[in-house]
């Protein structure tokens, strides 16, 4: 079997949830249910007998070490991380703890564990960490894409702290010889995505009649990659990637925030139109930019394809549509996640925004 994760946040729990539709290998889900986790999201592995949630610390290493004794996986992916930028902003201490403290510990049980490994079982151990292309720092409207050479430039409390998990994982590698392979993906949208961030936050605020809150000129550019590409290029770099290599992941879908807005209020407008009559797009309000906010993304994500033959399989417009209709049809889920918790995240993120 694997250990994944941070499986009940947003892409770990589509991970888990495709693993079982094209694998018949067991999986063993770690994750700390912070606000971002849910359980939720597994429920429908509910009855599965090769499925096996704990919840846990990727730092707490007897935790961890007692998991990889009784469940011998083949391979570790790690999902588990503080994820949100604008939080990073407010408070980056848990940004620390988990993404750097916290992987630091999940490397040296790892370390342990996979030492005491022999024959097959060693060679063919993988762990699989899981980044992003923000630790590339920001891009110039003509500047190229990233690419896996580019220079580490992070520049939010969030990115420098995946880029220290980044560089603990590739020294892990190069000093001790563990077998690691490290993705850096683009920004993911899709089912159970937790509505702090951009693109489930506007579909939720327009459908409640809210404020849809553009920071700034809404022309940073994001590279949106549709969260089930996302999961299908980990299967393939943990089937076939080179340790010690890292492969970028993108969609080639560089987009401006303020047209994603209008897209996102196009297919509302479409799908459930507003009773008075009036676009979504009414709801647009410009409010003050994000610190620091990093004004391009991009990533050339050809080694990948080159290498492994990995492709997105959804293009912008298919993938928009289906998370869009996703969100309409499971209000439950949206509402369940609107917690005391949430609520309070709001009004910290947007009451000082002018
Ligand atoms: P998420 O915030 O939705 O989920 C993170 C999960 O990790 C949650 O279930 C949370 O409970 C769990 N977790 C947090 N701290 C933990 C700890 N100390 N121990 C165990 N579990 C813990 O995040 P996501 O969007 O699903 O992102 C998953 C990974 O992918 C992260 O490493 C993130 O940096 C990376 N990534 C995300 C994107 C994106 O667009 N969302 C893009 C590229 C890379
Ligand atoms: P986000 O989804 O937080 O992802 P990231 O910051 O990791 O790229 O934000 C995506 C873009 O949308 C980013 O440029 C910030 C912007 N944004 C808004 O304009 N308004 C919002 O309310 C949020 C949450 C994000």
């Not at 094209?22 to 994750?31: C, I």
């Not at 503080?82 to 407010?90: A, G, L, P």
């Amino acid at each position: 079997m694997i250990l994944v994760t941070g499986s009940a946040g947003f892409i770990g729990a589509n991970f888990v949830l495709d693993w079982f539709a094209q694998h018949d290998e067991g999986v063993v889900s770690l994750d700390k249910l912070t606000y971002a986790g849910n359980l939720e999201n597994l429920a429908s592995l509910k009855d599965n007998p090769r499925h096996i949630f704990v919840q846990g610390d990727i730092g707490d290493q007897a935790l961890v070490s007692r998991l990889l004794a009784e469940h011998r996986p083949r391979a570790v992916v790690n999902f588990a991380a503080e994820s949100h930028v604008d939080r990073s902003i407010h408070g980056p201490e848990d940004f620390i703890q988990t993404n750097v403290v916290g992987t630091f510990h999940l490397l040296e049980t790892i370390r342990a564990y996979w030492g005491g490994l022999e024959g097959e079982a060693k060679v063919s151990f993988r762990f699989l960490h899981v980044s992003t292309d923000e630790v590339y720092g920001s891009l110039g409207a003509q500047d190229p894409a990233f690419s896996e050479t580019n220079r580490y430039e992070p520049n939010s409390p969030y990115s420098a702290s995946k880029a220290a998990s980044d560089h603990l994982v590739r020294a892990y590698h190069h000093t001790y010889g563990l077998p690691v392979l490290t993705t850096n993906c683009s920004n993911n949208y899709g089912p159970y995505h937790f509505p702090e961030k951009l693109i489930p936050l506007m579909i939720v605020n327009a459908l409640a009649g809210k404020p849809l809150p553009v920071y700034g000129d809404g022309q940073q550019i994001r590279d949106w990659l549709y969260v089930k590409d996302h999961c299908s290029a980990i299967r393939r770099v943990l089937e076939s990637g080179r340790t010690g290599e890292v492969y970028n992941v993108g969609g080639w879908n560089e987009k401006a925030n303020l047209d994603i807005v209008h897209t996102v209020c196009g297919l509302l407008d479409e799908l459930r139109p507003r009773t008075d009559g009036k676009s979504y797009r009414e709801q647009i309000a410009f409010v003050t930019d994000r610190p620091g906010h990093d004004r391009r993304y991009a990533i050339d994500a050809r080694k990948i394809e080159r290498e492994l033959g990995w492709k997105p399989a959804e293009t912008f417009e298919t993938g928009i549509r289906k998370t869009v209709q996703w969100y309409l049809d499971n209000q439950d889920w949206v509402g369940n996640v609107q917690s005391g918790n949430y609520r309070q995240w709001l009004e910290t993120n947007y009451a000082g925004r002018a």
